[in-house]
């Protein structure tokens, strides 16, 4: 399976995401709730997400998702414009105890 050709997120963004502590994920990924688990994977010895495993699994849970399916292909499809424009975007992340809007 190649994963790198799919939108994934690691424990804590997917903790961050569903608003929940990062345990949260990793007791879907082991116990998961009301016998549905969170499928996960190892990649470079840190677990992660596929995106579209995630939307599975609330889907399963409660018919939610965390990002509609057309807006994950739009944000994909703007990432590739992107790089064939040679414009490369970072992501900064903000520290816990840095001041700024929540």
Not at 55 to 63: D, I, R, S
Request: net charge positive; proline share 3%; hydrophobic share 45%.
């Amino acid at each position: 399976m190649n994963l790198l050709g799919q939108p994934w997120l690691t424990f804590s963004k997917a903790a961050q995401q569903l608003r929940v502590h990062i345990s949260t994920i990793h007791r879907y990924r082991l116990r998961g709730i009301r016998g549905v688990r969170l499928k996960t994977y190892l990649l470079g010895g840190k677990r992660i997400v596929l995106l579209a495993d995630l939307n599975t699994f609330l889907a399963e849970l409660n018919g939610t998702q965390v990002l509609p399916q057309a807006l994950a292909d739009r944000a994909a499809a703007a990432g590739k414009v992107l790089d064939a424009m040679g414009v490369r975007m970072e992501r900064v992340e903000r520290k816990s105890n840095e001041p700024g809007i929540d």
